[in-house]
């Protein structure tokens, strides 16, 4: 059963990250927003998250992004327990990509890219010698974009600036890279280009695990192997997308009935009007 795969076991060498216990309540009210997570990411691992909306998956990623901590139950990340490590350095070596980031839309998307080097919002001009500036031209390359290296970023497509952000994100090499909906708004062929730049990240960086929310199976590359299906805060499914993207089991996630395909590693999914 792909439950199996959350059990609860010490964190390995291997860990990325490692939750054992986790509950999450809010302060004001008492509410229960995760309950009893145990879930671990190993070096290379690309996992979706998908849950309904409510579920718990904005939570979770801040969870490991080290943004907050929980009420209980112990969170490593990167082999640093939240808690017992300052998590301004342990952030520095998060990559976390949102399409809520603030980015001055007058930056050229080179720029934008420099400032993941500093962590910073606005360029720190004096920090960027020549090897830092090239490095930014290699990940625009990397990303598949490289001639909107001059281009502002207030006038790039939303499928270009989600490449551009996490261009960004890598400027600071990290080991896991968090994607809270990066395929938020975009066209089909946004899409697409996305999804090919996510499967060529995956092949040229064998050692970076990625975490990526998500409400559709279609964002999802042919690289992400593993998948955590959440409900209302607790964990439904976790374990390899073959074991956990059932119709079954996501019928059971959202609630009503959906049938799910998948060809050449690409999934999507539908659910037939109720009540026929």
């Known amino acids: 059963m792909a439950e199996e795969s959350t059990e609860h076991r010490p964190a390995d060498q291997d860990s990325v990250v490692a939750l054992r216990e986790v509950s999450v309540r809010r302060f ?11 879930w ?12 309904a909306n409510g579920a718990g998956k904005t939570t979770l990623l801040r969870l490991l ?10 969170v490593e990340v990167l082999g640093s327990r939240l808690g017992r490590v300052d998590v301004r350095e342990l952030r520095s070596r998060i990559g976390h990509v949102t399409s809520a980031q603030r980015v001055p839309q007058d930056l050229s998307a080179h720029t934008v890219v420099l400032t993941g080097h500093t962590g910073t919002v606005q360029p720190l001009w004096k920090e960027y010698d020549e090897e830092v500036r090239q490095r930014a031209h290699e990940l625009l390359a990397e990303l598949g974009i490289k001639e909107l290296a001059d281009r502002p970023y207030g006038v790039c497509s939303g499928g270009q600036r989600a490449r551009v952000l996490i261009a960004r994100a890598l400027m600071a090499e990290p080991a896991l890279l968090l994607l809270d909906e ?17 499967h060529r990240l995956s092949r040229g960086r064998p050692r970076l695990a990625t975490v ?18 959440l409900r209302e805060g607790r964990i439904l499914a ?18 009503r009935p959906i049938s ?6 690409r999934w999507w999914a539908y659910s037939a009007p109720q009540g026929r």
């Open 260 to 265: 799910v395909n998948r060809h050449e590693g």
């Open 182 to 198: 990066p395929f938020n708004a975009l066209d089909l062929p946004s899409r697409e280009d996305l999804v090919e730049a996510m």
């Open 212 to 229: 990526t929310v998500t409400h559709h199976l279609e964002e999802l590359s042919p690289a992400v192997g593993h998948a955590l299906l």
């Open 238 to 255: 976790g374990g390899p997308v073959a074991e956990v993207l059932t119709g079954p089991r996501l019928t059971s996630c959202f609630g």
């Open 65 to 74: 992004g080290a943004q907050m901590q929980p009420t209980t139950g112990s």
């Open 40 to 51: 671990t990411v190993r070096t290379g691992e690309h996992w979706a998250l998908l849950g």
């Open 28 to 38: 004001t009210t008492d509410q229960v927003i995760l309950d009893g997570i145990d």
